[in-house]
């Protein structure tokens, strides 16, 4: 049994050793000296700077990347909760014609890739002139199939007497939605809320082909930039993987549940 | 009067998430099928020209789609089988009751909530065969430690699993650890009523009763790994000798950097069929056995 035991925590621990280690390596790395990093590369700090961080921010737009992406990511993420939560409320608490079409549609979409859909996008968009603007990032995808899915679920679960004592109390059915439902349901909503603003916060692709001005960037697409550069440097890009995992490990640290549940929620039937 | 009205009220509900899917959703499919019949290159003065299904045609003869087409399957079959291996392995531990499991959990979350993008950008600086950390380690313990871990053909593909490996197995786990936790216990403790051993329980019960979950692994494994192109993008540009040429890759090199629309939008068609096939296969395989059918 102690054995077992040992081999238990070995294998949890070189587990744990190959996920942490990157990140350790990302963050040592940000604060040394350029120097440091390709003459005598040391796998401990040995002379400490701040100076990549400094010019991270100063000598490049990141400052303007890191703008754009928490611009992009909130409006997406509100958009997606208004979206998904009122279309999840119908598809759970109402029966019309169609109803059973309209989802089967919607839950199909989620097989298509984004690569049969982000050609014609890109071709509208040169067309509309919304190539460098937020709306090209912001639009597509905010109807989101998994968004409605959750809600629908979650929504499904409300009781039904309740919205009726509402409606006998003189609410209208927008109300109802809105006074009833939105507040009973907001641990759902800050599931769907954390899988947005990560969806977005770390979209790449989208970013690459919609933005072609470099004030118009996101910090990853930004970031893939600095790679190939003539003055390659190593620390900056370091300093920015740095500053952009932050916001989501915050997130994730402190909402850790919400965001399991929500993952969990397709594959695990309750 | 109020009957009409209600009746209305649900469209009412679902028509701002409708115009949305509608705009961004189903209508760029059904154009993309337009784009891919005509010829369309992004050049000032080149005109836009229906070529019917020539598109197609010179993809199915085009050798690069067939070497990307092999990148992709190796990815996918090298990348799926190594991390959902390992997320079952360490989901079947993890679901033991002890001291600090959560701790665990948490950290081998942590690369899923870091973009794809950066991933990629931190493990070049691993990866790097001068300054890298991999062969920093492998000098100091002796061995040579000059691996060219993305510019040789041979290495460059299983570079790009291990950073796949780190990026998805934790979020694999955790969907996988759900999954356990739903086996009622009852069951466990009629086997050790009647004698089973720890390995006899997980082969007969364990993993019969996980397979619905595993089966979604899988299935989201296939299609995610069939669009793989951050990691190739940032670190290999599809090199060396296109050994990383991934199907997304060469979509993107053909849309974007030489501006064959037309032809790219044959490929995103390509790439859903494949991707729904593979679907199907899964589902008419092993979807009886996970209890779709």
Known sequence: MRYRLVIMYLILSLAAIFTVVPFYWAVTSSFKPQSKIFERPAIFIQSFTIENYRSLLLETPFQRWLFNSMIISVSYTLLVIFFCSMGGYAFAKYDFAGKNFLFFVVLSSMTIPVWAIIIPLFMWFSRLGLINTYWALILPGSANAFGIFLMRQYIQGVPTELLDSGRIDGCSEFGIYYRIVLPVIKPAVGALAIYAFLASWNNFLSPLIFMRNPRMFTIPVGLSGFVGQKEFRYGLLMAGSVISVIPVSIIFLAMQKQLVAGLTLGAVKE | ?293
């Open chain 2, 1 to 293: 009067m109020v009957s009409i009205k209600r009746k209305i009220i649900p469209y009412l509900f679902i028509s701002p998430f409708f115009v949305m899917f509608c705009a961004f959703q189903l209508a760029p499919i059904f154009y993309g099928f337009w784009m891919s019949l005509q010829k369309i290159t992004l050049m000032v003065g080149s005109p836009v020209k229906f070529v019917g299904l020539e598109n197609y045609l010179n993809l199915l003869s085009n050798v690069r789609f067939y070497q990307s087409l092999k990148v992709s399957v190796l990815y996918t079959v090298g990348h799926g089988s190594i991390h959902l291996l390992i997320a079952l392995g360490l989901a079947l531990v993890l679901n033991l009751k002890f001291r600090g499991r959560n701790i665990y959990r948490t950290i081998f979350f942590l690369p899923v909530v870091t973009s794809l993008a950066v991933s990629a950008l931190i493990w070049m600086l691993i990866l790097d065969h001068h300054v890298g950390l991999l062969n920093i380690v492998l000098r100091k313990i002796g061995l040579p430690g000059n691996y060219r871990w993305l510019d040789s053909p041979q290495l460059s593909l299983p570079s790009i699993i291990m950073v796949g490996t780190w990026r998805w197995f934790g979020f694999q786990m955790v969907i996988m650890l759900a999954g356990l936790q739903n086996i009622p216990n009852d069951l466990y403790d009629a086997a050790k009523v009647d004698g089973a051993t720890s390995s006899q329980i997980i082969r007969h019960i364990t993993l019969p009763l996980l397979f619905p979950v595993l089966f979604f692994c899988i299935a989201i494994t296939v299609i995610g790994s069939l669009m793989l192109f951050e990691e190739p993008f940032i670190l290999t540009q599809g090199g060396p000798r296109e050994t990383t040429l991934s199907l997304a890759m060469y979509l993107y090199q053909s849309g974007f950097q030489y501006f064959k629309l037309g032809y790219a939008a044959a490929l995103g068609y390509v790439l859903t069929i494949l991707i729904m096939a593979a679907a199907l296969f899964q589902v008419k395989t092993l979807g009886k056995r996970a209890g779709l059918t």
